[in-house]
């Protein structure tokens, strides 16, 4: 930054959506700094996956403030915004037979001419992307007969695609085996080292704290905590959030705690 | 999907439809031979015959069979579902009401001496598509349970509607009315070629323009906000374009069904799924393929013809059933 001041990637101020007389979100506000991992928890139904699509402009008739780089979400034309923004929705991809190189090269439509067909760059970005996504052979596979974890990775690997500075992930790891569960992580601990912001939106509150630098919990639409890992695995917090308390266990090697499935044993 | 493979089916579809162009109009109760068209004077009955008979009549069959297959593709793109038609979607019978209501009360409102006709069956083809998509997003997740049924209710309503307007037009005007609903190319002249060729063609190039963008709204809309497509100007535009082609061709033809369900199909088992080969294979082969349906259908039991609607169909009732049974098994 030749200016010495730079902008948070993503500034949510006062954001609250509802639909009829439903309050979806209320008066959401929080920022994320570039360079951050930010995980999104909480319940079922707390707004969470709204909360995204309000930040990638899928929902526009939300209340309050979306800045994304310095810049109001509207001011943008979608493709530039694409560039700044990459997006991993909920999604299967569809019933058409793509292959994965074909699903990651739609990654690069911000940047293509609608007239010429992808350049040897883009080519270039497309087999990275595989590479580091570890997807490269998956690559000529119809995505129909992924299973869900390989897909999920085919998708990560169209969102890096974008070379974008900041991903925003919607529930990547829900429905996957522990296996892919870990793959995924490690690949977005990764981006973010190097030097990707990422915003992922997860149920699962372990994998939440193994892998991200900070953590907003939100309930009933309301944010009730923006803050350290360490301070949110605490039952006190918990309970704000999910209204229930979890057993806790030191990690091993780490300085937090994890929660355990299932309640004490009589 | 085989790059070598791709091009050599184009290839294929352009000579195909090159073939069906110069030598379906010599076709009919009698060949027509060279030394009569290419008679200077011109004035033969054979030569009339192919000049102004077969050959106008072709080119619209070509012409009708193209767009329902392009608005069949696109479509199934918008929907991400193999189901989604003209035909099944209600567009197809909203088109005709549009039509209907031009014959019934004359709303000709010509533009440059031609018929309004096509305008006003694309104001139906329009309104009929916002309202199945309205619904289908209405309930979320985009079920084909839900786009079916909606199609079925558009449809239906816009039927009564079509039932109703026959009921209060005379004789003739009924009798004009349900022998076009039949779905056929029964044109004369270039007169209706000409008719329905701006809106097809202009549908046409706008749905090739945004190949890229259907690749990706395929995948999903959300997904495709996210790589940076503006959803709702592309879908409007497909929307258009879309109404366009199927307007211009059931104001001439009616509607002729399947067309758009079957080509899309074949061909992306035939190029794969991608739009920007995808798109020219399915006109190509769409016009091809009705060009000689009405071919087979005004010389099967000559001198009498059976409308191409009802041959179409034949072929592609089992055919959507068999895509049916096939999806519920996934």
């Known amino acids: 930054m030749e200016n010495g001041k730079s902008h948070p990637a993503l500034e949510i101020s006062d954001l609250s959506f509802s639909v009829g007389a439903r309050s979806i979100l209320s008066r959401v506000s929080f920022k994320v700094p570039k360079g951050e991992f930010l995980a999104v928890v909480g319940p079922n139904g707390a707004g969470k996956t709204t909360l995204l699509r309000c930040v990638v402009g899928v929902i526009s008739r939300y209340t309050g403030a979306v800045t994304v780089d310095g810049r109001p979400l509207a001011a943008y034309r979608r493709r530039h915004l694409a560039r700044l923004m990459s997006y991993v929705p909920q999604s299967d991809a569809g019933w058409f037979p793509f292959t994965g190189r074909e699903l990651v090269m739609m990654g690069r439509y911000p940047y293509l001419n609608p007239f010429s067909p992808p350049g040897r760059r883009d080519l270039e970005v497309v087999?990275?992307?595989?590479?580091?996504?570890?997807?490269?052979?998956?690559?000529?596979?119809?995505?129909?007969?992924?299973?869900?974890?390989?897909?999920?990775?085919?998708?990560?690997a169209g969102a890096l695609a974008q070379e974008a500075e900041t991903m925003l992930l919607d529930e990547p790891t829900t429905f996957l085996d522990p296996r892919h569960t870990d793959e995924i992580l490690s690949i977005l601990s990764g981006l973010n080292r190097s030097g990707v912001t990422v915003v992922m939106v997860t149920h699962d509150i372990n994998s939440a704290a193994a892998v991200s630098s900070r953590i907003l919990a939100l309930a009933g639409g309301e944010a009730r905590y923006n803050g350290s890992v360490e301070a949110f695995m605490d039952n006190a917090v918990l309970e704000a959030v999910y209204g229930k308390q979890f057993t806790l266990v030191p990690h091993p090697a780490r300085g937090l705690s994890m929660t355990l499935p299932g309640g004490p044993r009589p | 999907m085989n790059r070598t493979r791709q091009v050599a089916v184009l290839v294929a579809l352009l000579a195909g439809t090159g073939a069906v162009l110069l030598m379906l109009p010599l076709v009919g109760m009698k060949l027509t031979p060279l030394r009569a068209i290419l008679d200077p004077s011109g004035s033969g009955t054979e030569a009339r015959i192919f000049w102004m008979i077969r050959v106008p009549r072709v080119l619209a069959g070509w012409l009708a069979g193209a767009a329902l297959a392009a608005a069949g593709m696109a479509y199934q793109a918008l929907f991400r579902n193999s189901l989604a038609t003209p035909f099944t979607l209600g567009v197809a019978s909203g088109a005709a009401l549009g039509a209907a209501l031009s014959i019934r009360f004359g709303l000709y409102l010509s533009v440059a001496g031609f018929s309004g006709t096509p305008l006003w069956a694309f104001a139906g083809a329009s309104a009929s598509i916002l309202l199945v998509y309205g619904i289908t997003r209405a309930r979320r997740g985009m079920s084909t349970a839900t786009m079916l049924l909606a199609g079925v209710a558009v449809s239906f309503f816009f039927s009564s509607l079509n039932l109703f307007t026959q009921y209060i037009s005379d004789f003739t005007h009924t009798f004009r009315i349900i022998r076009w609903l039949m779905g056929g190319v029964q044109v004369a002249g270039f007169r209706s070629v000409l008719e329905m060729a701006p809106l097809v063609l202009a549908g046409l190039l706008i749905t090739l323009r945004l190949t890229r963008e259907l690749d990706i709204l395929a995948t999903g809309e959300e997904m495709a906000a996210g790589r940076g497509v503006d959803v709702v100007r592309t879908r409007n535009m497909l929307f258009f374009a879309s109404s366009l082609m199927v307007g211009g061709v059931v104001a001439v033809c009616g509607p002729i069904g399947f067309v758009g369900l079957m080509i899309p199909h074949i061909c992306r088992l035939l190029v794969g799924p991608g739009h920007r080969v995808l798109a020219p294979a399915s006109i190509l082969a769409g016009g091809s393929f009705l060009a000689l349906c009405d071919t087979f259908a005004r010389t099967i039991i000559a001198p009498a013809e059976i409308p191409v609607g009802v041959i179409t169909a034949l072929l592609g009732g089992p055919f959507f059933l068999a895509l049916l049974i096939r999806e519920g098994k996934h």
């Not at chain 1, 590479?131 to 990775?153: C, F, M, N, P, V």
């Open chain 1, 127 to 156: 087999e990275r992307t595989l590479h580091i996504t570890g997807t490269a052979s998956l690559a000529d596979r119809d995505i129909r007969t992924l299973s869900a974890g390989e897909r999920q990775k085919i998708l990560i």
